[in-house]
């Protein structure tokens, strides 16, 4: 079954541990990003890589930290998790179509809570 | 910098009614894409219906249609026929038909509750 894959489905964790959130598509996707969800705000971008060693910032990448060593694995790193970083995470995939009219295809989401 | 406006954070509608969602975007680009997502509490992000700015004819997916006012700037989403498993947030997104960065710009997202 085509899917994006992220872990953990929730996650608690106290200021300054630091954290892993992990991606895995297996639809050969050459495009992933992660977005983070807050009432209100909609889905703000994180970071995103357009291929394997190759990422970007989006919106909001402070505090946050990517890797894209392998194409289907996207890891979002908390090095030092502050509570203004609770939030729903979301891990995304797509191909690299003409016109970025290809559909990004959405994990289920990391609640992530930091005290 | 574009930017997707949800005006309605709720709305609610009775069961068999139809419901329209309302969206509205700012941009200084002519060719984009414009998307509605669904998502109920299971917190999946379900893609709803998609509409290519350079295409007249409104997107209609089964029970959901959109209605595109390129001018105005404005992506209504309407629901016919509605259903309880229509309950959800809805998210309206813009995506630039030149971004390299395929990054998706959504709205605040409006909570649609359905009454039996």
């Known amino acids: 079954e085509a899917q994006v894959t992220q872990n953990p489905r929730y996650l608690i964790t106290v200021t300054g541990k630091k954290l892993t959130v992990t991606c895995s598509q297996n639809?050969?996707?050459?495009?992933m990003s992660w977005y983070r969800q807050d009432p209100g705000l909609g889905l703000r971008q994180i970071y995103y890589?357009?291929?394997?060693?190759?990422?970007d910032k989006g919106d909001v990448p402070e505090g946050y930290k990517v890797s894209r060593k392998e194409k289907r694995n996207f890891p979002l790193i908390l090095e030092s998790p502050s509570p203004n970083q609770t939030s729903l995470y979301f891990c995304?995939?797509?191909?690299?179509?003409?016109?970025?009219?290809?559909?990004?295809?959405f994990g289920n989401g990391t609640r992530l809570t930091v005290t | 910098a574009q930017t997707v406006t949800q005006s309605q954070p709720e709305m609610s509608v009775q069961e068999a009614e139809t419901v329209t969602l309302s969206c509205t975007y700012d941009?200084?680009?002519?060719?984009?894409?414009l998307f509605w997502y669904k998502q109920p509490p299971s917190r999946q992000m379900i893609l709803v219906i998609r509409?290519?700015?350079?295409?007249?004819q409104n997107a209609t997916e089964n029970r959901f249609s959109v209605n595109f006012q390129k001018a105005a700037k404005s992506f209504s989403l309407k629901i016919s026929d509605s259903q309880l498993g229509d309950a959800a947030m809805y998210f309206c997104?813009?995506?630039?038909?030149?971004?390299?960065?395929?990054?998706?710009?959504f709205g605040g997202g409006t909570r649609l509750m359905v009454k039996p």
């Open positions: 639809m050969n996707h050459e495009y």
């Open positions: 509409q290519e700015a350079y295409k007249q």
């Open positions: 997104a813009y995506r630039s038909a030149n971004n390299a960065g395929n990054m998706l710009t």
């Open positions: 890589s357009m291929n394997v060693e190759v990422t």
């Open positions: 995304a995939s797509s191909f690299l179509g003409t016109g970025n009219n290809s559909p990004l295809h």
């Open positions: 941009t200084s680009e002519s060719d984009y894409y």
